[in-house]
């Protein structure tokens, strides 16, 4: 270990009270996630035989024998667990009451390991061990000598599973609960009801899943495709009160509580198919077979109330945890607005618009699960008409709901999509297989934060945790499940267990290649982007150029690239060395070879060269925090954002136009500027309204150039093209307006609709 990196390891004992006595290689081989609080390393190792005994008392029995069993899987060594260790040669497990409930500690010497723990603690302190045994090349299995002690950031450590869009079976349920235990998760959200699919049986209404738990088909492609086509397939199932009993014991018995999620008062159209009173209309429809938002919600009428307590009932029974989950999320209020018992509802309330009456349904819902003892938790949008001081938000939009939240005295648990949504492209979409659209690699997720700074040191304690989501739209399959979760799942686990203080991407890099190791042997599907060729384009505004820029986390070998220009040309292999100027539209393949010559990854990135390519551009109000990648250079570029969308190509702008001036460099002669927008309705991003460009010579004398209208930019689509005469121009001055407050019926209603623009090129 370096002088520099052995002061700052002393400072941090110093400011913290975290200790990591071990050197960078021995932190590698011991390659923990998450990464404990204190590790000091001692020489040695403990051999692992047959004839090693697992000691736990009754209480700690399933613990030591989940351990047992995983050791087995693992290495094939099957060890017996007793009541008393013997005097040499044991692995003991004590209950320490005094601990925190999730704290424990580890003592391993060379004849005997000791992990000491609170009421979960020892399972934690076990899923550590089962990471630091190794197999060396003897064939002897051994655990190296160490002292770890070890307790949690957050109290929630949270995953979700979207089984409604697409359902898994009972056994893969285990699987990922099996996932969630060996990286310290306590909690699994479990999405049961949405627009798609009813998958839990409810004894008093057997509609919800004979009619609710099965659509006629499924959407084929992406929702973002101006054609919608079905696969016309029947496509359902559900759990049954014996399967989620099932379950909820296997996973109360790895430390994990569910929580539940029934969907309310929007995506309701399952339950609505199979009762259809439950809606305003009463007017019979189908489970949906697409993705998105729908206007068919549940009524407010007091029969949707006596059949939402009769269905938590049954659902409070199977559920022994805390929080039951209601959704509230993107719930239309078209219906509301027309429905005569709902306006009567309001009126007879004295609310003044339906996000009132919103409040009004969950506050209902809410004061039921209160007099069974349990807590109600919704997405941030049940912030919307008041929220009362014992509810509990999910943060999806960002952090302002959660931040808004904790300074109003509510629980938070922090998932915003920006860093926590598992469903985007973790790599380049070009390898990656179809997923919603995004951008979130294993390195954005490791970079986030739950608490956000704004809070004060008192309103800090009510950001609970953090936790990842997974909705399944486009992910049908256990094995894909798998390839989203993995690895981003072990750096979310990092972000919500270990001290905030010894976080260091680098560093879990390194450790997570251990891993891989364990989910070969496992079998386990897991994305292998982080060894992809990084594309980085270089917008130099300066120099007015273009360069190709290719990396590799982690190098196997040399990167090869060649060009395959407009003309036709198409170079031979070249050996990456530096940036790799693009003057003219081409394609740029690269792949990378090992030093056998085999090829290991490739890529490729396609250019748009304009006059705007490469130039200055300046942005009056800047994209979203969620959506700003590269903001603005991401809009000269010389790259068109792909469909399905990707974070990493398009800027978003929710409640401010984009107002872009690009400097050319010099007067220039033009006839046709192109913005490249985005529609995908589904996701709130709408085309916009207003398109103008103006031009200028001098930067102070603008001239208009052309303007669109929406029922102008809707016929031309997401290539918005401004032609006129061949002008000459230095500036060029763009505004685009978006749509604005989405209208009733479409998805999104009553929400400002999203506006990505991904290129603007000067022709």
């Known amino acids: 270990m370096n002088r520099i990196l052995k002061l700052g390891l002393v400072l941090l004992i110093f400011l913290f009270g975290t200790r990591i006595n071990v050197s960078a290689q021995e932190l590698n081989e011991l390659a923990i996630i998450p990464l404990p609080k204190t590790i000091v390393k001692a020489k040695g190792y403990f051999l692992l035989n047959q004839k090693t005994v697992v000691a736990a008392s009754k209480t700690l029995n399933s613990d030591a024998n989940i351990f047992v069993g995983m050791l087995n899987d693992v290495y094939g060594l099957k060890l017996n667990v007793y009541d008393e260790a013997t005097k040499i040669n044991f692995i003991r497990v004590k209950l320490n009451p005094s601990l925190k409930s999730d704290a424990y500690s580890h003592t391993v010497n060379p004849y005997s390991v000791e992990i000491i723990g609170g009421q979960n603690g020892v399972f934690y302190g076990l899923q550590t061990l089962i990471q630091i045994v190794k197999s060396d090349t003897a064939g002897q299995i051994k655990i190296p000598c160490v002292k770890i002690t070890d307790e949690p950031r957050f109290g929630w450590r949270g995953m979700h599973l979207d089984v409604s869009r697409h359902f898994f079976s009972k056994e893969f349920i285990k699987k990922y609960l099996d996932y969630l235990a060996t990286y310290k998760m306590n909690t699994f959200h479990w999405h049961l009801t949405d627009d798609q699919g009813w998958r839990i049986e409810i004894k008093k209404y057997p509609k919800l899943t004979q009619i609710g738990g099965w659509r006629k088909g499924t959407l084929i492609g992406h929702s973002s495709s101006d054609k919608y086509a079905s696969d016309s397939i029947a496509y359902g199932g559900f759990y049954s009160q014996d399967d989620i009993r099932e379950i909820v014991a296997y996973a109360s018995a790895r430390h994990i509580t569910i929580v539940p999620e029934i969907e309310m008062p929007g995506h309701a159209m399952a339950a609505i198919s199979a009762y259809p009173y439950l809606s305003c209309t009463g007017k019979q429809i189908d489970v949906e077979q697409t993705w998105g938002v729908f206007e068919d919600v549940f009524c407010t009428k007091d029969t949707v109330f006596d059949f939402m307590k009769n269905v938590l009932s049954e659902v409070m029974e199977l559920f022994p945890g805390t929080y039951i989950h209601v959704g509230g999320d993107e719930c239309p209020k078209v219906k509301w607005k027309e429905c005569p018992a709902c306006q009567a509802r309001m009126k007879e309330l004295g609310l003044k618009n339906e996000f009132e009456l919103q409040s009004f349904f969950i506050q209902r819902v809410e004061k039921f699960l209160n007099t069974h003892n349990k807590k109600l938790i919704g997405w941030d949008e049940i912030l919307q008409g008041g929220l009362s001081s014992s509810a509990s938000i999910m943060s999806w939009q960002g952090e302002e709901g959660g931040i808004a939240a904790a300074k109003q005295g509510n629980y938070v648990v922090m998932t915003p999509g920006s860093h926590c949504y598992f469903d985007h492209y973790q790599g380049d979409p070009t390898n990656e297989p179809l997923a919603i659209g995004g951008y979130t690699t294993v390195e954005k997720v490791y970079s986030y934060e739950p608490i956000p700074k704004v809070l004060s040191a008192n309103q800090q304690k009510f950001i609970l945790g953090a936790q990842g989501n997974l909705w399944t739209e486009y992910i049908s399959s256990s094995k894909q499940v798998e390839y989203m979760i993995f690895p981003r799942l072990c750096a979310l686990s990092e ?264 290129e603007i090129g000067i022709q």
């Open 495 to 758: 972000v919500v267990w270990s001290p905030k203080e010894v976080k260091n991407y680098s560093d879990f890099r390194r450790r997570l290649l251990k891993h891989f190791e364990l989910f070969d042997k496992k079998g386990i599907n897991y994305a292998k982007s982080i060894f992809e060729i990084n594309k980085n384009v270089i917008a130099d505004t300066v120099n007015y150029k273009l360069s190709l820029e290719l990396k590799q986390e982690f190098p196997v070998g040399d990167i090869y690239y060649w060009i395959d220009d407009e003309k036709g040309f198409v170079s031979k292999p070249i050996k990456y060395l530096n940036p790799i100027p693009v003057l003219n539209n081409c394609c740029i393949y690269a792949e990378s070879r090992d030093y056998n010559q085999v090829v290991r990854n490739s890529v490729a990135q396609k250019f748009f060269i304009t006059k705007s390519s490469g130039a200055s551009i300046k942005l009056t109000n800047p994209p979203s925090d969620k959506y700003n990648y590269k903001s603005p250079q991401t809009l000269v570029d010389g790259v068109s954002g792909s469909i399905p969308w990707n974070g990493k190509e398009w800027l978003g702008f929710v409640d401010t136009p984009l107002e872009a001036m690009i400097d050319l460099g010099k007067v220039s002669e033009i006839s046709n500027v192109v913005i490249h927008t985005l529609k995908a309705e589904a996701s709130w991003i709408y085309l916009p309204k207003i398109v103008k460009v103006e031009v200028s010579e001098n930067g102070i004398h603008f001239v208009k150039f052309g303007e669109f209208n929406e029922s102008e930019i809707n016929e031309m689509g997401r290539m918005i093209s401004v032609k006129n005469n061949l002008t000459k121009a230095r500036y060029v001055k763009v505004y685009v307006e978006g749509l604005g407050l989405i209208e009733k019926g479409k998805a999104g209603e009553g929400h400002n609709a999203w506006l990505f623009v991904s």
